[in-house]
């Protein structure tokens, strides 16, 4: 069977080269570039040498090796300084990278090119992020500006585990985040950076057109247009994403395919109306290079994100193939795509749009390779109502299948699964498809002249219209199904069952049915844990008799409570529980688990509890320091222990207590604050 599938070998270089990098990222210390390169070497070599079954073992590890120096070279080559503790009241000075308005009243500045008062240029950060409130100067990309700023360390992940924010900001190389205490002032342009014209340019589009269509839905069509969705409100993107159509704010392979698709179709159309050119010249490939142009001006214009990126090296092959006389469509373009992006940006590989989006590319070029091969889906031929009818039929299949596709990784890292996303992409994709995308292009094309009040408007009937869909479906009884997080080794089984299953095609294929079951059949075995605190210890949770999660502390807003409670499937927390709920005061909670009625767990605020809760508790979780002296219980985690660990996880069994922190789940990685802190021998916290 494996010799039969002689031609979709190639298919699993890019699968081997993402394990390369998975295996770089799960791995607890940091992996030196130059041994991997030299291994990479060697089994290159191997391959060149080697006949036989060992020849193909060779590749295997080349592959796996290059993944593995990939990853490793990319994360030295945006090492880039990083700070360890919330800093008092700064005077920095730089230069806009990027501006995120999110009111008139509020935005956010990406800052690089920095000076802080009293920090030397090799303690710098490469980049800052910075949230400002106060009202100054107009601020542009590209502005040189001075303000007053507390910067904090890039936070990592609010539970083992979990979501890990200071790995995506080493690879962009974002050592701080914090907030201006004044208001920005524009000091100057600056003068040795081409990138300010395209990002003012787009800066300057979206204040055009929100000035023109307010509201969501004029932050809609910035959103379509620049790729910028700061200015939607929460509870519109909550909509979007319970209706299982937030896909369509971001510019990614399906606004890309629609905005070149619609130049392509457009041109060859016009063109083939002109006999004289249409019999004589290949209008085809013209209207291929027309498409490709489009699609390098949206990719400028959407600000040429990882999404967009890869959108774009997808299309450029596909139309590259129709220069070619080529079929476009292949697995072998997803393959080549994936393997691209992969060796440029490792990074990419655990981010939820690349997972979503090849998962979804791979599962519809899978079903219609067979859709072809078979013939029972054929597309141009046949009356008007037969074209309409193949279309509805297509429109359903892709988002079954795309909805199929994605729904498990929706759920991984979301916690949720779009119950009725096959309903609302029926009605929601033809409508962008046919109506938003093609006015979109329209208000391009009018931008230059200021006419585009009108192909505007264009689109936010349509934006209109589909919002309405969303908050129709988003009330149907069921809409937002709460999944509790899965773990990561359901995730490995999962996506290696569905790579069996999609990439070969023959009977063994199914195969991968049983990796995948076995994964979901794992998830089910997998205890939550009953105590959690956060990095500062002001925030803490608890199991319930019922088995729900008591949140303790931190406001309705808190980031660590909304990450504790969608990670646990519940819309609320339960505050209301009696049974197996702690008893707080002001100086802290007592907490005895239902499971276990003899344990006693004292959740300490201030310093006074400390003497009677080290006395009588088997377990001291405190926000204070203890020095020490807390030595009665059988585990004390004190606001030391969270300054050197993050936040922990614990679990209650009948003989032990097990503990997990974040510092023991990111390791000695060049993005993990808490090895970074060690390095530092700096142990007091702030």
């Not at 700064?90 to 690089?112: N, Y």
């Not at 409130?133 to 007053?148: A, E, I, K, Q």
Request: aromatic letters at 8%; hydrophobic letters at 55%; a positive charge.
């Amino acid at each position: 069977m494996l010799v039969a599938e002689r031609d979709r070998w190639a298919l699993w270089v890019p699968v081997l080269t993402g394990c390369g990098i998975a295996g770089y990222f799960a791995s607890a210390a940091e992996w030196p570039a130059w041994p991997v390169l030299v291994c990479a070497a060697v089994a290159g070599a191997a391959v060149l040498l080697l006949h036989g079954a060992a020849k193909w073992l060779a590749i295997t590890a080349l592959c796996i090796a290059l993944g593995l120096a990939a990853a490793a070279v990319r994360s030295q080559l945006v090492s880039a300084p990083a700070i360890t503790a919330e800093t008092r009241m700064l005077s920095l000075s730089g230069r806009v990278d990027k501006v995120e308005r999110f009111s008139p009243k509020e935005m956010r500045l990406t800052l690089s090119t920095l000076v802080i008062e009293g920090w030397t240029p090799a303690s710098t950060p490469a980049r800052v992020r910075v949230g400002v409130r106060t009202r100054g100067d107009d601020v542009r990309p590209g502005n040189l500006v001075s303000l007053r700023a507390v910067l904090m360390p890039p936070p990592g992940p609010s539970v083992p585990g979990g979501y890990d924010f200071s790995r995506h900001a080493w690879f962009d190389r974002l050592g701080a985040v914090g907030f201006a205490v004044s208001a920005v002032k524009v000091t100057g342009q600056a003068a040795d950076w081409g990138g300010w014209r395209v990002a003012r340019w787009r800066d300057d589009i979206g204040r055009r057109l929100l000035a023109q269509a307010d509201g969501d839905t004029g932050a809609m069509a910035v959103a379509l247009v620049t790729g910028e969705r700061a200015g939607m409100s929460e509870e519109t993107l909550e909509t979007l994403r319970v209706a299982g159509i937030a896909h369509l704010l971001a510019i990614s392979g399906m606004n890309i395919a629609m905005m070149t698709g619609f130049v392509f179709v457009v041109v060859r159309f016009l063109l083939a109306c002109l006999p004289g050119v249409a019999l004589r010249y290949p209008i085809k490939r013209w209207a291929a290079v027309a498409a490709l142009i489009a699609g390098v001006f949206y990719l400028l214009m959407s600000g040429a994100t990882i999404p967009t990126q890869r959108a774009f090296i997808a299309s450029t092959v596909v139309f590259v193939g129709i220069l070619l006389d080529r079929v476009a469509i292949t697995m072998r373009l997803v393959g080549i795509t994936a393997l691209l992006l992969l060796l440029l940006t490792p990074e990419s590989l655990l981010s939820v749009s690349f997972q979503m989006s090849f998962a979804a590319v791979v599962a519809l070029v899978a079903v219609y390779e067979r859709a072809r091969l078979s013939g029972w889906l054929v597309a141009g031929k046949g009356s008007v109502l037969y074209r309409l009818w193949i279309y509805v039929v297509a429109v359903a299949v892709t988002s079954l299948v795309a909805g199929a596709a994605t729904g498990f990784f929706a759920a991984f890292h979301f916690n949720n699964f779009a119950s009725y996303g096959l309903l609302t992409n029926m009605a929601a994709v033809p409508l962008m498809g046919l109506w938003i995308m093609p006015w979109v292009l329209v208000l391009f094309v009018a931008l230059p002249f200021g006419l585009e009040a009108l192909p505007l408007q264009m689109v936010v009937w349509g934006n209109d219209l589909t919002l309405l869909i969303a908050r129709l479906v988003a009330a149907l009884p069921g809409a937002d199904l709460r999944i509790p997080a899965l773990p990561d080794l359901t995730m490995g089984l999962v996506v290696a069952g569905g790579l069996w299953l999609l990439l070969w095609t023959r009977a063994w294929r199914w195969w991968g049915l049983a990796p995948m079951m076995a994964g979901i059949a794992f998830a089910f075995t997998v205890r939550p844990s009953d105590i959690l605190i956060d990095e500062r210890g002001k925030v803490a949770a608890v199991r319930g008799a019922a088995g729900n999660l008591i949140v303790l502390g931190g406001g309705p807003k808190s980031f660590a409570r909304e990450t504790w409670l969608r990670r646990d499937a519940q819309l609320q927390n339960e505050e209301s529980s009696v049974e197996g709920k702690p008893v707080c005061d002001s100086l802290g909670c007592i907490y005895q688990p239902a499971r276990h009625p003899g344990m006693r767990i004292a959740l300490v605020r201030v310093p006074d509890a400390l003497p009677d809760d080290c006395a009588k508790a088997d377990i001291v979780i405190s926000a204070v320091p203890t020095f020490n002296r807390c030595r009665g219980p059988r585990v004390v985690i004190d606001r030391f222990d969270l300054w050197r660990g993050g936040a922990h996880a614990i679990w209650l069994d009948e003989d032990n207590v097990r503990v997990r922190t974040v510092a023991q789940e990111q390791g000695t990685r060049p993005w993990s604050l808490y090895a970074r802190r060690t390095a530092e021998k700096s142990f007091k916290p702030q």
